[in-house]
Each structure stands twice: as structure tokens, then as C-alpha cells.
């Protein structure tokens, strides 16, 4: 099955730097890769997705870029601001067309946005 | 994308006992799912919750110890049963509106089991 790590366990940053995750994942044939943000006491919250036919989307402070030949994507927050502190993972499924609901989750990221 | 509200929002059980997690969504969903999340770690997914036959079961699960409902395409239970301390944890249902389409979570039930 599919295997994904995640790194750093832990980011602290100083507020109005960047900030970037980085998760490798093992199957080829995965093609769908979300990123969520989980603050405490809340479930995970989607902030952004990939699909394997696009290398790089951004909306507003958040990009996720993806190399597929390298199996390997990552979540950029430029501008960081205190708010942005939270626990975030990353995650991917071969979806073969049909559900994306059975992911497999990165280990998580601290990050901590100083001000 | 649809709201999730999960009941209890959090509990503290006794050992041996059971615990029914109730997931209502305000809109009809395609696929409803059941996730894990040890304290500290990442999520993990039980099931899935079928409309009206028996979940789909992840490896290392099993109905006995984690029963699931899904009577229509709103609604899903959860039951943690025979709880020990082990099954402490966050108890996350999840959506996806219509095939394809973002998985979208509850705030969960955290659990804890003394």
C-alpha cells in the first residue's frame, strides 16, 4: 500500500518568512494530494490539493508543487502570519478515478509562526 | 462543501464499556468515512460507511470492535466497543460530497478511555 513521509516533524519560523513542508510518498500510481491544517481542538481543514496532471498550484500565501518522477510534493506558505500555527499533514491516494476519500496521511508537521 | 457535526465532541469512558459517535451531515454525501487519530499522531482510516449494507473495513480493524451505521446518505454511527485505554483517541467522520470531490472532516470526538 501507499507509504508517505513527512519532514520536518516540527517548523518554527519567525512571522513574514516562509515556510515549506516537504512529503515523499511511494506509489507511482498516486494521483491525488491534499493538504490539511488542523488547529487544536478541530478536525483537519483542506487547504489545498494537487492532481498528479498539474506540477505546481497556488491560492493566495499557499503553493503545493509536485515531481512526480521524484515522488515528492510540498506545501509552501510564504508571508507567514502567527495564524498559520498549527499541525499540518499532507496526504495521497491512488484514487483510480473513483473515491479520494481513503487517504494516507503524512506524520504532521508543527508549525509555529513567532511574532 | 457540507457541514459535519459530530456527536459527543468529547468523552471520558470507563474501561470495558461502549461508545456511540454519531456523524450528521447537512446535506446529502456521496461516500462517508470513519478516521482515527492516536494522540500526537497522524489519522488513520477505519472504514467506510456504506449506505445501507455492512462498512468496508481497513486492515487492522474489524466490525466487532468498531460497528458502523449508515442508515441514509446524511447520517453515520460509529461504536467503539469494549473500550481500554488503547482506543483513546480522536474519532474523526469525514465527507466526500460527490465522487471525486475533497475530503472534507468533522471536528471529532476525542475519547478518552480510563
Known amino acids: 500500500g501507499e507509504n508517505v513521509e513527512q519532514h520536518p516533524s516540527t517548523l518554527s519560523v519567525q512571522e513574514g518568512d516562509s515556510a515549506v513542508i516537504k512529503c515523499t510518498y511511494s506509489?507511482?500510481?498516486?494521483?491525488?494530494f491534499p493538504w490539511y491544517k488542523q488547529e487544536l481542538g478541530k478536525g483537519p481543514q483542506l487547504i489545498i490539493d494537487?492532481?498528479?496532471?498539474?506540477g505546481e498550484k497556488k491560492d493566495q500565501r499557499i503553493a503545493v508543487t509536485l515531481n512526480k518522477t521524484a515522488k515528492h510534493f510540498s506545501l509552501h506558505i510564504t508571508e507567514t502570519q502567527p495564524e498559520d500555527s498549527a499541525v499540518y499533514f499532507c496526504?495521497?491516494?491512488?484514487?483510480?478515478?473513483?473515491?479520494?476519500?481513503?487517504?494516507?496521511f503524512g506524520q504532521g508537521t508543527i508549525l509555529t509562526v513567532h511574532p | 462543501s457540507a457541514v459535519i457535526s459530530q456527536k459527543p465532541s468529547r468523552d471520558i469512558c470507563q474501561r470495558g464499556t461502549s461508545l456511540t459517535i454519531q456523524c450528521q451531515v447537512d446535506?446529502?454525501?456521496?461516500?462517508m468515512f470513519w478516521y482515527r487519530q492516536q494522540p500526537g499522531q497522524s489519522l488513520t482510516l477505519i472504514a467506510t460507511?456504506?449506505?445501507?449494507?455492512?462498512?468496508?473495513?481497513e486492515s487492522g480493524f474489524v466490525i466487532d470492535k468498531f460497528p458502523i451505521s449508515r442508515p441514509n446518505l446524511t447520517f453515520s454511527t460509529l461504536t467503539v466497543s469494549n473500550m481500554s485505554p488503547e482506543d483513546s483517541s480522536i474519532y474523526l467522520c469525514?465527507?466526500?460530497?460527490?465522487?471525486?470531490?475533497?475530503?472534507?472532516f468533522g471536528n471529532g470526538t476525542r475519547l478518552t478511555v480510563t
Open positions: 469525514s465527507v466526500e460530497d460527490r465522487l471525486g470531490s475533497p475530503l472534507h
Open positions: 506509489d507511482s500510481a498516486s494521483n491525488y
Open positions: 494537487i492532481r498528479s496532471n498539474v
Open positions: 496526504a495521497a491516494i491512488n484514487a483510480g478515478g473513483t473515491s479520494y476519500g481513503k487517504l494516507t
Open positions: 446535506s446529502q454525501v456521496t461516500m
Open positions: 460507511a456504506n449506505q445501507g449494507s455492512e462498512a468496508t473495513y
